[in-house]
């Protein structure tokens, strides 16, 4: 297909839909770009390191906390009243904010992030939904995790881990991403553009050396690999971004940008005087006519409320699946009267398992460290061909860890043993992959009257869920023992479906051509002209982070696709 004189529309700016609209641009299209949009705030003090911002700003209480303490939440389990500090969210676990389920979250700098949108309501049955309507999407608050899908967990797709390597390529040399050819290289293939690993703290350095040490028993009895994580994070400068300099403020948002966000990217397609960004604007459902091509879309003001319509040649979704997936059930619904349901609603199943070296105890905590991830974990799941993955973060950045609530003390000999043990704390963070079921799926609760209708998402674990979590659970800690890890019993977190933020399948990519699906470049086999860039096209979901492969297929869409 050759530019056309009327622009493309893309739906969403984030991962899927930034790298969409740069490679069409590069392609020599025009493209229009419709999205709520909403943007945070310009770092404050830019080149202070995290304990300097603490001892220069007027009111740091205020800073970290909340000018009403908003940023402190309580809750309460079955033992009474714990706090937990949001902005404490080392695992670079996304979870829902004030979730009472949740030892994570974000405070007041991520708000506008995760900041809900008036009149966008959604309900739930087993899944805890999180929803983005920031510029740059979720991936303004991803932990920077960037690892390709392999040949085994692509078979479900309808190419080879061959036809997407070019574009793995492509989105690595954009954003820059840090690691190490290493171990894990059976498990997550190494593409080009690969800048050196970020410097490790003492902590994982101890680590990594252990593994380094004890390979062949880990290996030969356990089955496991250690290596360096893959982070979309800068170990030097690029594309007018600044490598990490370790302040230690990856979780108020790093302010040299060394962290990758698809708002980078944006900023990208802005250059282009064939780009039209165009923020504000909640879009609701796509009109048809009676070719089942896309004519137009319709897209609310977030300002005035004030619907408008916006004339289509070819439309691209990529709103995120659950944004998606409303845009198409509202569109079908107002089409034909039918409520329908997109079924394979898929999302990583997250697991915690907090530890504790002993050679790290009462050691002085540094923060200025990175303070993701330095290290990456592949388990073979005992009675499985299943790999599950994971992400161990040492937790010497933290002020306060969550933690501190489940010592079983007061408050003050909590703090007095967390200032012992603070140094040698660390969580891993375990991904499971997930299948296409009929049982889980998106519908639409239609409403009465003039009530707006209400995504609605259902989802119900498989019958063998709880055997693979205990089994990788089991390994987990076997590995981490090996280590020289102590993991206290009973701490393990399960994270409520839903809290992965790695969504998919709803609309899923396939060689039939059949209802509610897309062609293996993403068409819609419902509708002439109109695209699927994001999660919901994925026939499969590996244990594995998504965003880079988002990216990736993205640019694989719009090179095939035009």
């Not at 493209?31 to 770092?43: A, E, I, K, T, Y």
């Not at 992030?113 to 999180?130: A, C, D, H, K, R």
């Not at 608050?141 to 061959?162: I, K, M, Q, R, V």
């Not at 998106?442 to 709880?466: K, N, R």
Request: proline residues 6%; aromatic residues 8%.
């Amino acid at each position: 297909m050759s530019p056309a004189a009327e622009p493309v529309v893309v739906v969403g700016s984030g991962p899927s839909g930034v790298h969409f609209a740069l490679t069409l641009l590069e392609k020599g299209y025009r493209v229009q770009m419709l999205d709520v949009g909403r943007s945070g705030h310009p770092p404050i003090l830019p080149d202070a390191r995290f304990e300097e911002l603490k001892n220069s700003l007027e009111d740091p209480a205020a800073f970290f906390l909340g000018e009403r303490f908003e940023d402190v939440v309580f809750r309460r389990d079955k033992d009474g009243y714990n706090m937990r500090w949001p902005w404490s969210n080392k695992a670079g676990s996304t979870a829902a904010p004030n979730a009472s389920h949740s030892l994570h979250g974000f405070g007041q700098h991520w708000k506008h992030v995760f900041g809900p949108l008036s009149g966008y309501t959604m309900q739930s049955e087993g899944f805890s939904p999180i929803m983005s309507f920031a510029q740059g999407g979720l991936g303004e608050a991803w932990a920077a995790g960037a690892f390709p899908f392999n040949d085994t967990e692509l078979t479900a797709f309808p190419f080879s881990y061959t036809d997407i390597e070019p574009f793995y390529d492509i989105v690595a040399k954009r954003i820059g991403i840090s690691g190490a050819i290493d171990d894990l290289a059976e498990f997550t293939p190494v593409h080009q553009h690969l800048q050196s690993p970020l410097e490790l703290n003492e902590h994982a350095a101890l680590l990594l050396g252990r593994y380094e040490q004890r390979r062949r028993t880990i290996h030969n009895r356990l089955g496991c690999v250690l290596g360096r994580s893959r982070a979309a994070t800068l170990s030097q400068d690029h594309a007018g971004r600044k490598a990490c300099d370790h302040l230690g403020r990856c979780l108020l948002g790093c302010p040299r940008e060394s962290i990758y966000s698809p708002r980078f990217t944006l900023q990208e397609c802005m250059k282009s005087d064939r780009f039209e960004y165009l923020s504000g604007w909640c879009v609701s459902h796509f009109c048809v006519n009676d070719l089942q091509q896309v004519t137009s879309v319709v897209a609310q003001s977030t300002e005035t409320g004030q619907q408008q319509t916006f004339p289509v040649d070819t439309l691209v979704l990529a709103a995120g699946t659950l944004a998606t997936g409303r845009i198409v059930l509202e569109s079908i619904r107002r089409q034909t009267g039918v409520v329908r349901k997109l079924t394979g609603l898929m999302d990583t199943r997250m697991l915690l398992i907090p530890f504790f070296t002993p050679a790290m105890l009462c050691k002085p905590s540094q923060t200025d460290q990175y303070q993701y991830h330095h290290l990456s974990v592949a388990i073979r799941i005992p009675g499985s061909s299943e790999i599950a993955h994971g992400q161990i973060t040492t937790m010497t950045g933290t002020t306060v860890h969550a933690a501190v609530q489940s010592l079983g003390f007061d408050l003050k000999t909590a703090m007095y043993l967390f200032r012992h043990l603070h140094a040698a704390l660390g969580v891993m963070m375990v991904a499971l992959g997930d299948e296409r079921c009929d049982d889980n799926y998106l519908t639409l609760d239609p409403g009465e009257g003039q009530t707006p209708s209400q995504l609605v998402a259902h989802y119900q674990p498989a019958s063998d869920e709880h055997d693979r979590i205990r089994s990788t659970v089991r390994q987990a800690v076997r590995l981490l023992r090996k280590l020289g890890c102590i993991v206290p019993p009973g701490k393990t977190h399960v994270r409520p479906m839903g809290t992965g933020i790695h969504y998919a399948g709803t609309l899923p990519m396939s060689h039939e051509r059949t209802e509610l699906s897309v062609s293996p470049n993403c068409r819609s086999h419902d509708f002439e002209n109109l695209v699927l860039a994001d999660g919901s096209t994925f026939p499969s979901l590996p244990g594995k982070g998504l965003t880079l492969s988002l990216m990736a297929n993205a640019t694989r869409v719009a090179t095939r696709t035009f």
